[in-house]
């Protein structure tokens, strides 16, 4: 399965912010990820941190501008520039937006960013005056224009002590973005995939509602899987405290008949549809329009089954999308095999992902997984105790193999 950074030469240009103390984060978890990170350095960036930070965070060598005057210094831009993968500016002030805009190439980060043919990523950092000044707000639109990708600023507190748009995108944030853009040219790249995660929530009145235990994590990881492959995700979510994997289209839903309408509507240019979310089997017939006082006491609910997602999805699919692979999950506590072949058949699935929930490590909320995997020609899989990350690494790779077939 495809990690984006892994292996790939990203060229990390820090500039004089003083911001730049979060650089050295993003350094070390660009290097977590696989990448193989070399740290340029402005001699102002020089002021806030040293070459030795960078060198013990990366295992590479840290330049600076003594590089370029250095013995090697009419080719060591040329070099590092012809053997990245990309070029990331984090944090980026906005002398040095200015000096990209207008080709200005004075020190060895602003030279190397000339030369690169490379996807060119800028995260800004500066007083937010600075950056809703004019000057600089018209080098930003020179800078899109020429196809450079920005990340960033954000809102927030800043070096001054004041509010504003301006301060440094978290370094998570960064390797995520960075993370999709390598991703671009996957196994998967402009295919649609859909993924439904969470667990939906059928209202009794206005305060309470009917759902499940399911934390989305499986889900979530699935959308992640995919976008790491190249392909362009619908996630659709019920509300959860989860990241939203970044560069998915996200669709947010409560109640099993909003999660049925909203995955309607983004199968027919589908691949695959990658039904994760535990959707609810029965709603009430006539929630409450107030909230049921507790002094009046409640009997009883009367409940009504909700529409299959997955069955209309079977009977609909040979008009609106017969080419749609169909991957359903079965949360099963008892004849597990049983009740899940069932459903496989039932439901004309292409795979049952099946596991049983009583099992502490594979449940609801946990970060691992244990499934077995049922195929529609009858075969199956068992795969061991792993990370949701990498059941949901399993079923993509599966997708991809059926492209490939």
Known sequence: MSNPL???????GITGSIAAYKSAELASKLTQAGANVNVLLTPSAEKFVSPLTFQSLTGNK?????DLWGGEGHIVHVQLARTTDLMLIAPASANTIAKLAH????????????AARCPLVIVPAMDAGMFTHPATQDNVKVLKSRGITFIGPVEGHLASGLEGQGRMTEPQDIVNQVSWILSQGGPLTGRKIVVTAGG?????DPIRVISNRSSGKQGYAIAQAALDSGAKVTLITTPTALPIPFGAQIVTVRTAEEMRKAVLDNIPEALALIMTAAVADFRPIHPQEEKIKKEKGFKEIQLENTTDILLE??????????????????????????????KLESKHLDI?????????VAGFGTDTNQVSLLFANGSSEDLPLMKKSEVAEKIIQTLINWLAE
Do not use: M, W, Y
Not at 200 to 204: C, V
Not at 313 to 339: C, H, M, Y
Not at 352 to 360: E, K
């Open 103 to 114: 080709g200005i190439a004075d020190n060895l980060v602003s030279i190397t960013a000339l």
């Open 62 to 66: 840290c330049f600076t501008d003594a």
């Open 6 to 12: 892994e292996n790939k030469h990203i060229l990390l």
């Open 352 to 360: 049952i992902a099946v596991n049983d929930i009583t099992s502490p």
């Open 200 to 204: 939906t929530q059928e209202a009794i």
């Open 313 to 342: 999805v079977a009977n609909k699919k040979p008009k609106i999308n017969p080419g749609l692979r169909v991957i359903g999950f079965a949360a099963e506590s008892q004849d597990i095999f049983k009740n899940a072949q069932k």
